[in-house]
């Protein structure tokens, strides 16, 4: 499949080319055997093109997930910004067992030293300055 070669059309085509050039390789795929006629070079432009709408349409789609999973307010992966935590909930559909649900919430506790950090920075004082102070109250932080 050549959409593991490139993302669109116009890089297949370049990068193909540079390879045959410089190199003298030839891209073929393993998974759709393509003539050498015309023929051929049209069917594996109409993959090429069908390949790069698949790409655009799964992005959309997984852009839409991710937009209904933040509105939600459920985690979609990757790393916690300081200040929230997730909490956790079963599912209630079928075919999930054993799944949980993870929502993203404020982790009270990191939210007072946020608070701290932006009430300071708001009074003018310097980020260095409130890094000291909150380097000299440790894990004892409390307002």
């Known amino acids: 499949m050549f959409d593991r070669f490139a993302c669109n059309r116009r890089d297949n085509i370049m990068y193909k080319e540079m390879l045959k ?3 003298g390789v030839r891209v073929i795929s393993a998974t759709q055997p393509i ?7 049209f069917y594996e432009m ?6 790069e709408k698949y790409s655009k349409r799964l992005s959309k789609r997984v852009r839409n997930g991710l937009d209904t999973s933040v509105a939600n307010g459920t985690f979609c992966g990757g790393h916690l910004v300081y200040g929230y935590k997730l909490r956790q909930e079963p599912t209630a559909s079928v075919g999930r067992r054993n799944k ?5 919430e404020v982790d009270e506790e990191q939210a007072e030293i946020i608070r701290y950090i932006f009430a300071e920075y708001d009074k003018g ?5 409130i890094a000291a ?9 409390n307002l």
């Open 35 to 41: 003539s050498d006629d015309e023929g051929g070079e």
């Open 125 to 129: 004082v310097e980020k260095q300055d």
């Open 46 to 51: 109409f993959l090429e093109w069908n390949d």
């Open 100 to 104: 949980n649900i993870k929502f993203v």
């Open 133 to 141: 102070a909150l380097n000299a109250r440790g894990a004892h932080f």
């Open 21 to 23: 050039q410089e190199y």
